[in-house]
């Protein structure tokens, strides 16, 4: 029976993109290769934090932990989940009426049947053309005032019609030209582009639910706080 490395597995809604504010369990797994440096699940993959003994569980527990949650929707993340093969589980998921979304970078074929696809794509490891077709969104970080145009230049041909969300890095989310190059860019083009935040960050929702695991600081660096 095929199972999964689990990080943490929780209740709480969706803080980010067009399903922002629903309800949702979260299937956050281990690993992830791309290693951003101001990642904000570093304690899926930094060496530092991630335990000697990882928990598995199987894809049926997970899908019938979900089903019985009352979430309106599971979302599958880490790590970067499409590390594994995602199959098993989106299959259990889709027997139980359970929406499957997909929390990705995009670098690596994906496996697995998923009604929503979110995609972020990150510099140390550039998307699939194929995942880019795919994703029903894409959030770009914008860390710093120029990271909205060297996205633009990388992938801008091939995002066009789906929302693209810009998200300030979490390190920087009170760094005034990062905000104001959001701001400024929605204001001259608007029409897929739309400010991001991470909005169940600042009512501190993960947290209120027991399972979820203490984070790691941003990237695993202890400077860039949380
Ligand atoms: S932000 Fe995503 S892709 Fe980057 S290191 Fe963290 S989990 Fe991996």
Sequence with gaps: MKSYPIHEVF????????HMGKSAFFIRLFGCPVKCPWCDS??????DYVPEDIGKETATSLADRAASSGAQMAIVTGGEPTIHDLTALTEGLKERGMARHLETCGAFPIKGDFDWITLSPKWEAMPLDENLALADEFKLIIENPDSIEKWIRAIG?????RPVWLHPEWSMRDDKATLESITGFVKKHGGFFRAGYQLHKLYHADELDPDVQKPAPLGGKPELGY
């Design 157 to 161: 041909g091939k995002i066009d019609g």
């Design 11 to 18: 209740h709480s809604w969706q803080g980010e993109g067009v």
């Design 42 to 47: 570093a304690g899926t993959w930094h060496p």
